[in-house]
């Protein structure tokens, strides 16, 4: 149990062009999800929480235009990187809580290249 | 200060033998959770053991424990036996507080772990 899938794994796209992560949770209903980043040999940093239903939650000098997140069901949360620049390039990984649990499950992530 | 202190950027074990990867956190809540996670090179996180501030008995599982020294505020990772698929980065998190807004969780910078045949 407690599976997240993200979509997808891999993506390469051209400057200026937006890219749209899937997070799901496959066997569990997921009340909050989570969005991190993390650069090459570094912790993962939190971008933002969202909560299905609601606007998600962004952490301090996160940009909320740049980094659209919609969580429109239990299951589904999605984020969208709007106009990348090479500097948006890194790994993407989200997390989902079920509710009434301690831990958060984390998706397989998704490496974004910029070019 | 740090919430989440791993002072181990990189730690060797010989192969059948235990391993302590170290974390200290800094918090000022009585409730609070303790995390550890397994990355491997393929980037998935991979959760191992949680503790809650206000459990009494250290938690196991498997060949992991976590020593929780709550006076010490320390929550180390202990890891039995060690196998070769046990080489990855590991990192320490917490959350902190209750209630719907208190559920993200801090991570330490991480311990790459190698583990030698």
């Known amino acids: 149990g407690a599976v997240v899938s993200q979509h997808p794994s891999w993506v390469i796209c051209k400057s200026g062009t937006s890219v749209k992560i899937e997070c799901r949770s496959l066997d569990f209903q997921a009340t909050t999800m989570f969005w991190y980043r993390q650069f090459p040999k570094q912790s993962l940093m939190l971008m933002a929480t969202?909560?299905?239903?609601?606007?998600?939650?962004?952490e301090q000098g996160v940009e909320k235009d740049k980094f659209l997140i919609n969580h429109a069901s239990l299951t589904l949360s999605t984020l969208t990187v709007t106009s990348a620049h090479p500097e948006d390039s890194s790994f993407y990984i989200c997390?989902?809580?079920?509710?009434?649990?301690?831990?958060?499950?984390f998706g397989p992530g998704t490496r974004l290249l910029v070019l | 200060a740090q919430k989440i202190t791993q002072t181990q950027p990189g730690m060797f074990v010989q192969e059948k033998e235990a391993v302590t990867l170290d974390c200290t956190y800094d918090t000022s809540d009585p409730s609070y959770g303790l995390f550890w996670y397994k990355q491997p090179s393929s980037g998935e996180m991979i959760f191992l053991i949680y503790q809650g501030s206000y459990d009494q008995q250290n938690a196991t599982e498997g060949r992991y424990s976590l020593n929780f020294q709550k006076a010490r505020k320390s929550a180390n990772l202990v890891i039995s036996a060690s196998q070769l698929g046990d080489s990855a980065m590991y990192f320490c998190?917490?959350?902190?507080?209750?209630?719907?807004?208190?559920?993200?969780?801090?991570f330490g910078k991480g311990t790459k772990l190698s583990v030698i045949p």
């Open positions: 998190a917490m959350r902190e507080g209750q209630g719907a807004g208190s559920y993200q969780l801090t």
């Open positions: 969202s909560n299905e239903g609601s606007k998600a939650t962004y």
């Open positions: 997390s989902a809580r079920d509710l009434g649990a301690e831990t958060q499950y």
